[in-house]
């Protein structure tokens, strides 16, 4: 699939065979509702855990995420990951996975000030990705194009280091293959992305 300019979209990003019908990773033991041992079968998607006392089903879903793409001055900023981390050693745009109780830009405004100490301006949706990083970790990831509004570059959370990079490139080693295709996709194109609503209070 080829986007604006013939510039090639990719959605869908595997690091291990997920369509394996193999078990996926691990699967809960116990019923959430009410504490009995759980009945592990084999479905058309893979190993449900459905409850041997209440018939209860746990449902395995992909986790959801946010992504975010700062750009300053022709610039992109990314984080390396501290050691023992996913991915640690190797770089990232900031991101993280959206708390029960807020939204996406939430989220994605406090996952960017967690862990580069920057307020920024959500601008545009530029991105949805399917990520399959391990058998336990499945995420589905908005990525949102921001620009810096206030503060000064201080990483924290799971990054110990920060540094804006050429958007054209070359880049640094990075964690997630997703990344390296949504900043040589937004380097090529430089497009606007999709508006942003904000939540009425």
């Known amino acids: 699939m080829t986007g604006n300019a013939g510039v090639p979209v ?3 990003f595997a690091d291990y065979d997920y369509k394996s019908q193999e078990p996926h990773g691990h699967v809960n033991r116990f019923c959430s509702r009410c504490g009995s ?15 041997s006392w209440c018939g209860f089903v746990t ?18 900023l990314l984080g390396r990951r501290i050691p023992g981390s996913f991915g640690g050693g190797l770089w990232c745009l900031p991101c993280g996975f959206v708390e029960y109780n807020e939204d996406i830009l ?14 920024v301006e959500l601008a545009s949706i530029i991105q949805v990705t399917s990520n399959f990083l391990t058998s336990d970790l499945h995420s589905i990831v908005t990525v949102f194009l921001a620009h810096r509004k206030e503060g000064a570059l201080q990483p924290g959370d799971d990054i110990d280091a920060l540094e804006w990079f050429p ?17 040589r996709r937004f380097g ?9 609503e904000e939540p009425t209070t």
């Open 167 to 183: 958007i054209t490139g070359p880049l640094p080693p990075l964690a997630f293959e997703a990344d390296g295709e949504i900043i």
């Open 59 to 76: 449902y395995r879903n992909p986790l959801p995420g946010v992504s975010i793409l700062i750009e300053h001055e022709g610039a992109v």
């Open 10 to 12: 990719r959605q869908v």
């Open 37 to 51: 041992l759980n009945n592990r079968l084999p479905s058309g998607r893979g190993i449900q855990s459905i409850c």
């Open 106 to 119: 939430g989220a994605a405004r406090r996952e960017v000030f967690e862990e580069t100490g920057l307020t």
């Open 188 to 196: 090529a194109m430089k497009f606007e992305g999709l508006a942003i």
